[in-house]
């Protein structure tokens, strides 16, 4: 069975910096493109950023200048720095997966989600 785990979330102090870490784990041949999402209370998720197998990234405006997606496909990992963080960061983070099954189709994994609050 395929997970996403992520971690790195938790409380930090406006204009303090966070890492947020995903992999999957289980079976797999294959990773496509890792991508980052999150949710404030009462509002919908929204996409953050995306990374695709050959480095490239994407990143909405919002974050842009304060927040970096990347990944090490060596560890099949993706991560989202985030420095300067404001209070309106504050939401669930996800972490998305596009990821090739021994069944070789492509399935589309999110991860449980992790907490970030910035305090002001």
């Known amino acids: 069975q395929v997970q996403l785990v992520e971690s790195g979330g938790g409380l930090v102090q406006a204009g303090g910096s966070l890492t947020l870490s995903c992999a999957p784990s289980?079976?797999?041949?294959?990773?496509?493109?890792m991508s980052w999402y999150r949710q404030a209370p009462g509002k919908e998720r929204e996409w953050v950023g995306r990374?695709?197998?050959?480095?490239?990234?994407n990143l909405t405006d919002s974050v842009k200048g304060r927040i970096t997606i990347s990944r090490d496909n060596s560890k099949n990992a993706v991560y989202l720095q985030m420095n300067g963080l404001k209070p309106e960061d504050t939401a669930v983070y996800y972490c998305?997966?596009?990821?090739?099954?021994?069944?070789?189709?492509?399935?589309?994994?999110w991860g449980q989600g992790t907490q970030i609050t910035v305090s002001s």
């Open positions: 998305r997966a596009d990821l090739l099954r021994l069944s070789r189709r492509w399935s589309d994994y």
């Open positions: 289980g079976s797999f041949l294959s990773i496509g493109a």
């Open positions: 990374t695709h197998p050959d480095g490239s990234t």
